[in-house]
């Protein structure tokens, strides 16, 4: 039975997605490659001490970090890098949304937060050198509680923020706690917290680098200290780079999730703009 | 004769706030047999959302009981289903119109057959069965209405209240959408509170059509409304007795708004 003449509207198909896809490709490479040229070039007409040509980079890159220091250097922090970006959004999720719920609890611990957000996270790294000595759970644990606090406060904003006519609605229909938590409370706030967990990743490998850069043998924080102090600038550079290539792949992986998680917010942008 | 379904006593609900107390519901009294459908209509700013809130349990009132089918209502009872206004903040988008149908019988103690079968029947029901898969932000004003009155149904309950349901949509979807009033009251037998400020829809829908007075509220006048029930947007419109009902009840909102009706002593 089909009484009304109802259309469902979708958002519109993108035409041609390769063709599209090749020419976003074109234009995101071709300023970096034209500086890489320009670079080239003027590292061989005036060569300077600081700033190696890209190809002595390249070839510093291949020889520093492809082989055993990839295992001992690279995998570790790499390791304690994501581990430490799992117990931060987990911890942040589950710690924002209880705060975000519970109103006594919001208004005593906010203060408290507000305090260890505003204190810059590279500085508690002597603290807990002197807690934890130097191991590898005390970089884990720098790196999370460093980068916790974007996740956990977008969590609790979000938490808040719920609507109150799906409130009631949920009330209404007297779903089940669990109901509310996972088809209602945390939907709505996936948007904010996913804006959380991207600040959180930047934040992560800028601690990452630091925890590694002081009271540290190994890793890639020490390697390129070590590199700067040493005069091996190709070697620092080429570090650097490789940094760059882990911020990508960070990036990456979160468009990646966040355009599964976030469909349906992406479709309503797409269809109110449509 | 059938039994009350709903009872509403004394009802009163005064908002405190810094600014002051507002008397919202001064005292209405009246009750609703099952397989009934009435309408409630009032001045604007009568509370009437107040009045709804308190009869669904969201909103504890000042003093005065609701009794639904015989249990005293505190807390939103499992037995009702509310369709509001606002259909666009009361489905979630991050589901799909199967999705948003589902959640609330996900908690009722059903088989996964017969819980498929309550859904697309409700979808069948409302003319969204081609619909299922989508999202409701994919479908117009109407159609997302239609949605949240699906879940309702499939929720299958013993009074189905709506707050204002077609105040936010056009006039052609606003007819056809009463019709599906109608038709799910007439074949189904739901028994359904509607609250509305459209005088003709309450008298186009309503077997029985509640007016309330301007705030603080109370019950001006409860109108029984002798059409047939089977009804026709164009026929029952044209019809002299509708017009004489509608002019009626036009005239006591009138009424009510300027205050003239004396509230008797109680």
Known sequence: MTLYTSTVRTAPRRPRVWARLTT???????????LLIIWGVWGTIAPGKFFPAPGRIAEAFVK?????????????????????ILIAIAVGIAAGTLIGLVRWLRELVEPLMEFFRAIPPPVLIPVFVALLGVTDNMKVIVIA???LWPVLLNTVDGVRSTD???TETARSFSLTPGQRLFSLVLPAASPRIMAGVRQTLSVALIMMVISEMFFSSSGLGFKIAYFQRNYLIAEMWSGIVLLGLVGILLAVIFTFVERRVLRWYHGIKEVERA | MPETLLKVEHLKKVYESSTGVVEAIGDIDFSMRRGELVCIVGPSGCGKTTLLKCISGLLRPTSGSVVLDGKHVSSPPPNMALVFQEYGRSLFPWLTVRG??????????????????????ALLAVGLDHAADS????????????????RAVAYQPEVLIMDEPFAAVDAQTRADLEDLVRRLHLERGMSILFVTHDIDESVYLGERVVVLSKSPTWVQEDLVIDLAPERDQITTRALPRFTELRTHVYEQIQRAKRGEAVRPAA
């Open chain 2, 100 to 121: 948003n149908v589902e959640l609330p019988l996900n908690h009722k103690k059903l088989s996964t057959a017969e819980r498929a079968s309550l859904i697309d029947d």
């Open chain 1, 24 to 34: 976003t490709t074109v234009y995101a490479l071709a300023l970096p490659i034209s």
């Open chain 2, 135 to 150: 999202y409701p932000w994919q479908l117009s004003g109407g159609m997302q209405q239609r949605v949240a009155i699906a």
């Open chain 1, 64 to 84: 520093t970090w492809i082989g055993p220091a990839f295992v001992t250097d690279v995998v570790p922090s790499l390791v304690r890098l994501a581990v430490a």
């Open chain 1, 145 to 147: 509680f460093g980068s």
């Open chain 1, 164 to 166: 109150a006519v799906m």
